[in-house]
């Protein structure tokens, strides 16, 4: 499903990342791990097509992302509140994406009502804009709307952080069920290692722009990436 | 010392910031535009200060200058307006830490008085002061007289910024000044009263009764203490982001655009983003003043027979609308552009999108100013023309030009501290927009046939308009090269 071949990225002459081959697989739950400066945003905004590589390149489905625009029909993304429209409500926001997506107004009101559990009350019917939402509610709109318009791929840049431990579990299930039922590739970083081992299939740990590990999940994952953490 | 530490602060936020760095020409420029006013004002005024007595010839000199400081300040008023940048600091890091909060607010107020306009007024009236005032009522009179104009000019400095800060917050208040200056203008300009000799009778009391030059200084307390007292009851974080209004929240919704399909989607996100922040917002409230500003030059004979500034006035009214929605048509969308750029969104009808709402701004510019024919039918032919020229070819321009914008602004923190305002740079980026038309109407207009010159403007304007699809494909191109570029720029907030 998604390629990456002999990729480099450096800023001002630093190298950011550096990754030779890297291939995953449709219907993956692919984790990324690593400390800060690793390399996992900037992975992400490669396969985004948000910066230029240095060298190499990135296919989507057999196309290189940097130079076709079919792929972000299949593809939905969270990576941070440049993802938002902060002076939007909810409604509005998810109404704007689903038509961008090519839904219809019931597809998006069913969408919408699909959500609820996830949101937890928090979001719709409030009536307000979403810059004056709490961070974990804006990142709950931001993951919800990455999910619209079935996308073949999900790609999403530390979607725990700030989100309340109930509303973690909830992404974990709801993670888990897209991936059974629609067959979604998820991208997904995290510094929980927890949450990572119990939702992806296959985790990589990025340290200062190359793989280090490349792990399929297992009963002693967990353990092993603690002890590769440990200091 | 705390006072040094804001003041560093306040630099190294200025000179590192990135737009700093990148636009170093944009800020050459503007030092040297603000170097030769500066030096040119100095010059005259020394001048003038000297030789006012022979220059004016009245049996009263200083009376006669009193008017002409009358004018002066008003004309103050009115640049001060358009151009002054509001004193600004980023309050929230401090707000937690042990600083009164009225240290800040001094601090803020303070940075106030530090700008271009009153540097000005200083070189303005010391010459005066020393040379005539000195001369007749001796040196003390003249220190004592320098110091109260510059509190006179002092108050209009804190009433700008009031003001200014105001235009978003309290509509009223602003529209009540407003009226209020205008029915005194009025009131000028068909002679119930004469502000200018009232002024000058004012002055002259003041010289001799020497009391009243207490008042100025009354006057600029008065209005710094307003300022004060303003922003100390929006010093507060939950007023900084001051939009929990429920009736802000829904302003902006027009169903009808959901008829036509992604394009309309995209146009309603851009009529939101104008009616819910406060930067933008600002900019709808002042558009009727540049509707108005034919009315400065129509009813005036000289200017009605020189072409040339009728082709000014006529590009400006129909056109400021329009190029100030284009030129930060990225910028403004750049909290979000990340989002654009990996929707899916078809970047095609989303530059169509842009061309259409600039074409209604264009449009409604144009029917508002229709009225204008009552100072004469060429009026009409005129603004047509530059009509035409803004729909067809300014509009490609504009656009093509603002994905060189690739400055994040912030629109959301729209408090009265953080205001990115209109400001002088502002304006000097429009004025190539403004010169392009006289080039093109000039030579006709030496050559003896201006009428000629307006039909071949508006002709341009009408055969680009034809071309908006090859021009639309450019900006395409442009915008696919320069993507990574743009959001690379607007993802480095504040």
């Known amino acids: ?231 | 010392m705390l006072i040094q530490s804001f003041i560093s602060h306040q630099w190294k936020q200025a000179v590192r910031s990135t737009i700093w760095q990148k636009s170093l020409a944009m800020n050459i420029f503007m030092f040297f535009i603000g170097f030769i006013l500066f030096a040119e004002v100095m010059v005259l005024s020394i001048f003038i200060g000297s030789e006012w007595h022979d220059i004016v010839k009245d049996t009263e000199p200083l009376k006669a200058f009193y008017k002409v400081i009358a004018y002066y300040f008003s004309a103050m008023f009115v640049m001060r307006f358009l151009m002054q940048q509001l004193p600004v600091l980023e309050v929230r890091p401090y707000l937690h830490l042990p600083v009164k909060k009225n240290y800040l607010l001094h601090f803020i107020l303070g940075k106030g008085a530090l700008n271009f306009f009153n540097l000005v007024s200083i070189i303005f009236f010391t010459p005066f002061a020393f040379f005539q005032i000195g001369y007749y009522y001796g040196n003390l009179t003249a220190v004592v007289w320098l110091v109260s104009m510059l509190f006179i000019d002092l108050t209009i400095n804190y009433l700008i910024i009031y003001i200014k800060k105001q235009l978003v917050n309290s509509l009223t208040i602003v529209s009540i000044m407003i009226a209020v200056i205008g029915f005194l203008a009025l009131g000028d300009y068909l002679k119930w009263y004469s502000y200018s000799s009232l002024f000058a009778d004012f002055i002259e009391t003041m010289i001799k009764s020497q009391v009243l030059f207490v008042l100025p200084i009354v006057l600029a307390a008065f209005v710094y203490w307003i300022n004060f007292r303003f922003l100390s009851r929006n010093l507060y974080i939950e007023n900084l982001s001051s939009y929990t209004k429920k009736t802000d929240n829904q302003i902006g919704n027009v169903g009808y655009l959901k008829n036509f399909g992604v394009i309309g989607e995209i146009i309603g996100v851009d009529i939101k983003l104008y009616l819910r922040n406060k930067r933008t917002k600002s900019m709808l409230y002042l558009s009727p003043l540049f509707l108005a500003y034919g009315l400065m030059f129509y009813p005036q004979d000289q200017y009605e027979r020189d072409g040339g500034m009728m082709i000014f006035v006529g590009i400006f009214m129909t056109g400021i609308l329009m190029v100030n929605y284009l030129q930060y048509a990225f910028a403004y969308e750049g909290s979000y552009f990340d989002m654009l750029l990996t929707s899916g969104i078809n970047f095609k009808e989303y530059i169509r999108a842009k061309f259409i709402t600039a074409s209604i701004l264009v449009s409604v510019s144009f029917i508002l100013t229709l009225p204008y024919f009552l100072f004469g039918i060429e009026i009409f032919f005129i603004n047509t023309a530059c009509f035409l020229f803004n729909l067809g070819m300014v509009i490609p321009i504009a656009l093509y030009f603002a994905t060189y914008n690739k400055k994040s602004l912030n629109l959301s923190q729209g408090s009265a501290f953080n205001y990115q305002g209109v400001g002088a740079s502002h304006w000097l980026f429009l004025i190539p927009f403004f010169i392009g038309p006289l080039v093109i109407y000039l030579p006709f207009k030496w050559f003896g046939n201006p009428t000629l010159g307006y039909i071949v403007l508006g002709s341009i304007g009408l055969i680009a308009l034809v071309f908006r699809q090859f021009f639309i494909r450019i900006i395409l191109k442009n915008i696919t090269e320069r993507k990574y570029i743009m959001a690379a720029g607007f993802r480095e907030r504040g």
């Open chain 1, 1 to 231: 499903m998604i390629q990456v071949n002999n990729l480099t990225k450096s800023y001002n002459g630093v190298e950011a990342l550096n990754i030779n081959s890297l291939k995953i697989e449709k219907g993956t739950c692919f984790g990324l791990v690593g400390n800060n400066g690793a390399g996992k945003t900037t992975l992400f905004r490669l396969v985004l097509d948000l910066i230029r590589p240095n060298e190499g390149f990135i296919e989507i489905a057999g196309k290189n992302v940097a130079s076709t625009e079919q792929w972000k029909q299949l593809t939905g993304s969270f990576l941070d509140q440049g993802f938002l429209i902060d002076f939007l409500q909810p409604e509005e926001f998810f109404e704007f994406t689903g038509k961008i997506k090519g839904l219809s107004q019931d597809d998006i009101q069913l969408f919408i009502k699909e959500m609820e559990d996830f949101f937890n009350g928090e979001v719709i019917g409030k009536k307000k804009l979403i810059r004056n939402l709490s961070m974990g509610n804006q990142q709950k709109i931001g993951i919800a709307a990455a999910l619209m318009g079935n996308p073949e791929i999900v790609v999403l840049d530390e979607p725990f952080n700030s989100l309340d431990p109930s509303t973690q579990i909830r992404l974990k299930n709801l993670v888990k069920r897209k991936k059974e039922e629609k067959k979604i590739t998820f991208l997904i970083s995290s510094h929980d290692l927890n949450h990572i081992t119990d939702i992806c299939d296959r985790i990589v740990v990025l340290h200062e722009g190359k793989i280090a590990h490349d792990i399929l999940t297992g009963e002693d994952t967990l353990t092993a990436l603690e002890l590769y953490f440990a200091v």
